[in-house]
């Protein structure tokens, strides 16, 4: 857990306590410098092997929830300074609930009860290519269909990885057949490759080699057999190629986690040559004593308590939207925009009240559904949304469904 002093001075926190999830009381004596970081931990030792140069505080008692969890920090009057209660799913980032990223604040001057000013580390270029080759007979595990030749890749939870140079041989010591086609993705275009289910893929620059294409896989649950995975069919040139368990096959691919899931999981079809391999994940995740690696400079408003009142219209009935916004620079204006049944977005101003902001959407007839958004503007132009994906969220309000 790391506390911020946003101030051009050092602050005495000499006395101050966390509280609810963990507890810890901070010692006499205890300073944050201007604009600096402190640092609290579960175990010390362990943190400052991993962040060399990095002191910590600690230890503390208590656990951090994976569920979610609330940390109040208080003065030494039992005054509460500041509070965060932190979820695992909806509006909060969910890679930071075990999937190798720490959970950060962009703005230090937001407003970090809203899930909309943080997000998981990135911890994408602190990992490395893995280089995976094995082999093995094409064997029938049992009464498999025989009619599915390809070479199935997946990840066994929501993640992300880059995949390239992918490869199986036939034979790897006789014949030594290549059945994959673009392999490499040197084209710039998935050609052979079906990717399909809750992985989702593009083909992108290596980061590590300008001009190298490879498959960014991302995947939003498991792999399995029958879908939700990338796939290519067995051919040898023209002709399609058929597993054969008098066969050998070389299987091999490079591998890089990006974020998420490390179990990566590769088969012939029907569960031949299956095999799992755990990705290497940096173990140094976040930046602990220095700049969030999500750092804004200035993230725009924040927003809380959405609500449309009534939420399911009759016909030709108008509902009011009403959000809370808030900014410590103040909002200078926010619109609703709406969509009626797929249309070109049209929007109105939303008129504030004591922090609260509304709007109200003309009457519909049945069934009409209206997708909306909201956009806000600080005093210094800073834009943002809610839902954050703004035009591309899908709120939805359906009149008499």
Known sequence: IELHNVSGTAVDISGWQLRQGVDFDFPAGTQIAPEGYLVVAWNPGAFTALHPGVQALGPWSGNLSRRGEMVTLRDPNK????????????RWSTWADGGGSSLELKDPLADNSAPEAWDASDESGKSNWQNVTYSGFGANVGN????????????????ECLIDDISVVENPTGTARQLIQNGRFDNGTFNTWRIIGNHHGSIVD????????????????????????????????????TISSANQYQIAFRVRWLRGSNRFHSRLYFNRLARQTLLN?????????????????????????????????PPNQPTVVRIQISDRDGVASAQLFTSINGGPFSNIAMAASDGSYTATIPGQSSSALVQFYIRATDQFGAVSFFPQDGP?????IAWND
């Open 144 to 159: 498999d269909p025989t009619y599915w030749n390809e070479l199935v890749l997946g990840l066994l939870d929501a993640g």
């Open 206 to 241: 290596d980061p590590t080699e300008a001009g190298n294409k490879v498959l960014h896989l991302r995947a939003t649950g498991a792999t399995e057999h029958m879908s939700n995975h990338a796939e290519a069919t067995l051919k040898f040139g023209s002709s399609f190629v």
């Open 281 to 313: 994940q940096p173990v140094n995740c976040g930046t602990p004593g220095a700049v969030n690696s999500r750092k804004v400079a200035n993230l725009g408003p924040t927003f809380a308590q959405l609500q449309h009142a009534p939420v399911v219209p």
């Open 392 to 396: 591309a969220s899908r709120a939805m």
């Open 79 to 90: 005054n509460v300074v500041d509070q965060v209660t932190d979820a695992d799913s909806g």
